[in-house]
């Protein structure tokens, strides 16, 4: 767990005109945006799935899974292949965002707390902020994202 | 080394898994001489083999054991079910000893010394000891076709130092057949001189057995640098059973001469009821089947990977054969053709290959019942039909756990106690049945009690209790009993968690679903339950044929198609009930487009897929039929758990992704409505 500890790269996207930032640790793959094949009757933030060399992967889309307006899929979304934690197993998983920014570099003390007000996204997926370049970017934690995943499917 | 004991305790589980079958036959037959005589057999090899590859411990242990069927096979014990108890512990214990750790456990130590007490009892003032024949000869195993040599085994004094005791490699030789052993003393120095590491014994051996001389050589294989050995054949009959010749051998048996070859040779020919025995040994001969080697043990990796590899060719051939259509030529078609049949042929052999029959678990079953049976006080006969029924050896891994718990549920909250049953005038003795068949493209497992059946009231309560149920509307037993599958109704998080009340069944639901697998419950109050398992018959490749519906690829398993119609609209017929009248059968049909929520498209030609499900059928609308494709079948994954009527992924020649439809699903849902 040290080593993660010691990776303070971050990767920019953006959904909805919101700006985030993503540990690169926990990202496996970019995908260009990738054919995908919609799952009937599923849940309406599973978008479908695709192939992942020869794997099945399960596309998410993050914009409806974080109840954020107004997110398309445009020339430019692409697909973060992220590793999460599902009921003690690790499964790969397809993150659909309408944009993959940039690379920065940031130390976990620069880490700004999450402000109690002014905030329209769910902050409960968050770990935090960062300011770069003058911009507010808003760090998702993806292991977050599903342990309330997990939560939703024994209850349904 | 490491190999060779690698080599060993892959042997070794065998050996222990048969043993563990045999104790549970000896189990319902006490008396069985030949069962007896097989359980001392295997556990003379389990000894020998320990021995030579370093598992002293496991050798040691085994020891003890086999003296105990020593007195058995003579009659001298008589088989107890605390005998067969303890003999079924030690069997765990030895499991635990197999592997090897450099230490024991503390819990392992304690269990470890309580059995060896128990063995002891058993054997009692008879210590074990190499049994003494009046006349010398041991028979140890019946031999009809076997070959008589001479062995002269003398190890060298040092041949203790690597941990060999020679007397279990002597003791080996002499379980295979009839022998006749002499040990000789005659190197012993004075006591002053004396090593007590040193072994100072050698052995001469007169022996009838099955083994070719490559096998006896390959008992000593590990001490042949250190001993001189001599192997002589004397012809394929029985010499010790002429009465001549042994009685020479038991004239000489107490003096300290080596026998000599030629001594021997003279004797043999002067021993003229031999000629009969040679007559009689070729009748026996001409009787027996030649043994060749039929089956070949094969890590199981190996196979995994085999199967990795075909799934990817089933891939590559779809990839090559969407190539080939494309660019029309003839030669590169025929090419492809024959690659194709060979692709389909290498993918059925690699399938069949990972088949297993039901019955390997069996043992683990039986033992189960057996044994909870008795800590629960309840006599339960354990019955299995049709276990020959083969499944994929990953299907079963994953099927091994919830058949486990079910049988769980039933032995602890599905029989009774027996005097509770005999005051329902049922017999005392309870009934767990487990049985298994093919049913079209899938098997099912049934297994059954004759017990209380299903607690309604419980069930209800839980189901209310856990937000599961409202309770106002009134539900019919078997809704009632289906409850129990919903998930959530348990807090049991895994499967193997001890059972509660029909506890866990939603999780045993669940790992079945996992693997495209269904489970049904029946249930009649004091008459018992039943829990059908229904499994797919193989994982990862199956015959499909590939369907278009709005736009998207779906394939259907071509085992459950029954016919495709291409009808006009008109022919539709009652379209309110939905049900279609086709060859003089009336089908209920929906279209997959409506099944799926999607968008209704009107077309004046409709294809429609009548698929079967044991004697059900039901006939579903698809937009367009676009031919057969072998689809290698991938899960869907955790994050689409629950889904309905699609049971799986694969990947298409071009590289995208088509659904699997679980049409077992669809038909149900049509024929009930």
């Known amino acids: 767990m040290e080593e993660e500890e010691e990776i303070k790269t971050y990767l ?6 919101e700006l985030f930032a993503a540990n690169v640790a926990g990202i496996q793959n970019i995908l260009e945006m990738p054919l995908i094949t919609p799952v009937p009757k599923s849940e309406p933030y599973m978008k479908g799935v695709s192939n992942l060399r020869g794997s099945i992967l399960p596309i998410i889309d993050t914009g ?33 965002v309408d944009s993959v920014s940039e690379v920065f570099e940031y130390n976990k003390e620069d880490i700004i707390e999450i402000p109690s007000v002014g905030v329209t996204f769910n902050t409960k997926y968050l770990d935090g902020f960062v300011k770069y370049k003058g911009k507010h970017y808003m760090l998702l934690n993806f292991d977050k994202v599903f342990a309330d995943q997990a939560k939703q499917n024994v209850l349904r | 080394m490491d190999n060779f004991q690698k080599k060993f305790r892959e042997e070794a589980e065998d050996l222990v898994n048969g043993l563990e079958s045999l104790l549970l036959k000896l189990d319902a037959d006490k008396n069985n001489g030949s069962i007896i005589e097989e359980i001392f057999r295997t556990m003379h090899s389990l000894k020998g083999g320990g021995a ?64 060896e007490a128990k063995i002891n009892s058993f054997i009692g003032g008879e210590k074990s000891t190499t049994r003494k024949d009046s006349n010398f000869i041991a028979h140890k195993t019946e031999v009809t076709d076997g070959t008589s040599y001479y062995i002269l085994f003398e190890p060298r004094p040092q041949i203790m130092n690597n941990g060999t005791n020679p007397l279990y490699l002597v003791d080996e030789l002499v379980t295979s057949g009839t022998a006749f052993v002499k040990a000789h003393h005659l190197n012993l120095p004075p006591l002053e001189k004396l090593n007590p590491l040193n072994c100072y014994t050698s052995w001469e051996i007169v022996i009838f057995t099955k083994l070719t001389e490559e096998q006896i050589r390959d008992v000593f294989l590990f001490v042949e640098d250190e001993s001189h050995i001599l192997i002589d054949n004397l012809g394929k009959t029985n010499i010790l059973e002429s009465l001549k010749f042994s009685n020479y051998l038991n004239s000489i048996s107490e003096s300290t001469e080596y026998f000599d070859l030629q001594t021997l040779t003279l004797k043999l020919n002067n021993a003229d009821d031999i000629e009969q025995l040679t007559f009689k040994a070729d009748y026996k001969l001409n009787a027996l089947q030649d043994n060749q080697i039929t089956s070949i043990r094969v890590d199981s990796e190996k196979l995994d990977n085999l199967m990795n590899l075909v799934s990817e060719l089933v891939t590559t051939q779809a990839a090559l054969n969407l190539y080939t259509e494309a660019n029309k030529d003839p030669k590169l ?3 492809n053709e024959s690659l194709e049949n060979i692709t389909r042929h290498l993918r059925d052999l690699a399938f069949n290959v990972s088949l297993l029959p039901i019955e390997t678990l069996n043992t683990r079953f039986r033992r189960l019942v057996r044994d909870l049976g008795a800590d629960l006080g309840k006599e339960i006969e354990f019955e299995t039909t049709g276990t020959e029924t083969e499944l994929d050896k990953s299907i079963i891994q994953s099927v091994t756990d919830p058949i486990m718990h079910i049988l769980r549920n039933c032995i602890d909250h599905g029989i009774e106690m027996p005097a509770e049953r005999t005051k329902k005038g049922k017999p005392a003795k309870g009934l ?3 049985s298994a068949n093919y049913t079209g493209n899938t098997v099912r497992i049934i297994i059954s009690d004759d017990g209380a059946g299903i607690n309604e009231e419980a069930v209800l309560a839980k189901a209310i209790a856990n937000d599961l149920f409202k309770g106002t509307s009134k539900l019919t037993h078997e809704e009632i009993v289906n409850l129990i599958l919903l998930p959530g109704f348990s807090t049991a998080k895994r499967v193997t968690d001890i059972s509660g009340r029909g506890v866990g069944l939603d999780v045993v639901k669940r790992k079945i679903t996992e693997i495209r697998g269904d489970l ?22 199956i015959d499909g044929l590939l369907i278009d519906v709005n736009k998207y690829k779906y394939i259907v398993q071509l085992s459950v198609i029954d ?18 009248i086709l060859d003089d059968e009336q089908i209920p049909y929906s279209n997959l487009r409506e099944i799926f929520e999607f968008e209704p498209h009107n077309t004046d030609i409709i294809q429609m897929l009548v698929v079967k499900y044991e004697n059900r059928k039901a006939a579903i609308i698809v937009d367009d039929v676009l031919g057969e494709h072998q689809a290698v079948v991938k899960p869907l994954g955790k994050l689409y758990r629950g889904q309905d009527f699609i049971s799986g992924a694969t990947i298409l020649g071009d590289g995208t992704v088509a659904l699997v439809l679980d049409t077992n699903k669809i038909i149900k849902q049509l024929s009930n409505n």
């Open chain 1, 12 to 17: 920019t996207f953006t959904l909805s005109n």
């Open chain 1, 64 to 96: 409806v899974k974080f109840n954020l307006p107004g997110s398309v899929v445009t020339k430019n979304s692409a697909v973060l292949v992220v590793k999460i934690m599902l009921d003690n197993e690790m499964i790969d998983a397809g993150l659909l």
């Open chain 2, 52 to 115: 030579m590859f370093g598992f002293n411990a496991v050798s040691d242990f085994t020891h003890n054991l086999e003296s105990i069927y020593d007195l058995v096979r003579a009659g001298k014990l008589a088989v107890s079910k605390e005998l067969l108890n303890t003999t079924l512990e030690s069997i765990d214990l030895i499991k635990i000893l197999l592997e090897n750790k450099p230490e024991l456990s503390q819990n392992d130590k304690s269990l470890f010394t309580e059995i």
């Open chain 2, 333 to 335: 078609l025929q090419i």
């Open chain 2, 432 to 434: 767990i049945k487990l």
């Open chain 2, 520 to 541: 049904e419950i029946k249930s009649e109050p004091n008459k018992g339950t039943s829990i059908t398992i229904i499994l797919p018959l193989t994982l990862s490749i």
């Open chain 2, 563 to 580: 016919k495709i119609y291409a009808l006009d609209k008109n022919q539709l017929g009652n379209t309110k009930n939905k049900i279609i």
